[in-house]
């Protein structure tokens, strides 16, 4: 298993302070990679988490996974329990979203999955990304 872990203060400003920390963790063996994300704060809070996908990609909600496809490739993604998902796509309302630009001036509508709850007081969550690759044997 490959690990990569980051945080960052950027919520420290807020009256309340946030702290957060994600950590990456890869395995091989059966093409998953777990997102572990900890968040520190004493009072309540709005979390959302915006997963942006090609505008190649076709993305489906079931229940708490969402299914990417695209020309090669399936992914699941599942998210944390307690928390909803919704797909934004090509978006000109609040929230604003679910577009990419490749180049300047130039944006195409892409799916956008955000997932979002409040929390209250710290909390840790963990997303699951499983990949599948059409015509490429599976890792035993």
């Known amino acids: 298993s490959d690990l990569l872990s980051c945080k960052h203060d950027g919520y420290h400003r807020l009256s309340d302070p946030v702290g957060i920390q994600r950590a990456l963790t890869y395995d091989r063996r059966v093409r ?14 709005r979390l959302e988490m915006y997963w942006h996908f090609s505008e190649k990609c076709d993305v489906q909600m079931q ?21 909803s998902g919704r797909i934004v796509r090509g978006s000109e309302s609040s929230p604003i979203g679910g577009w990419i630009s490749r180049r300047y001036d130039r944006r195409v509508p892409s799916n956008t999955l955000i997932v979002a709850g409040n929390i209250t007081g710290s909390w840790r969550g963990l997303t699951t990304i499983e990949a599948g690759f059409c015509g490429v044997p599976e890792i035993a």
């Open 32 to 45: 998953t990679l777990y997102v572990l994300d900890s968040l520190v704060c004493k009072r309540q809070h």
């Open 63 to 83: 229940s708490d996974v969402a299914i990417v496809n695209s020309a090669n490739a399936i992914v699941k993604l599942r998210w944390p329990g307690g928390l």
